[in-house]
């Protein structure tokens, strides 16, 4: 039995929300590891609203998509 590591970036949340969405994201943290290693603003900042989602669902997930939608309209479209 093996320790799973996930590296998570900015650049991996980002790509991951163009492609398949603000699920696929939530799904990416929580799902088949067991530990995170972080690296970048909105990888943390998403982290940190995964709190609100355990909470508030409807909440918490409107959050983290506007946080990511944001980023990703910074970070434009031809990179």
Known sequence: MGF???????EQIINIYRNSG???VI???QK???ALILSGTLTETVHTLLNIL????ERGWNRISEVISNASIE???DN
């Open 27 to 29: 799904d990416w943290y």
């Open 32 to 34: 088949g590891n067991d």
């Open 54 to 57: 355990e909470h508030d669902h």
């Open 75 to 77: 970070k434009g479209f």
């Open 4 to 10: 799973h590591k996930r590296y998570i970036d900015d």
């Open 22 to 24: 603000c699920q696929a």
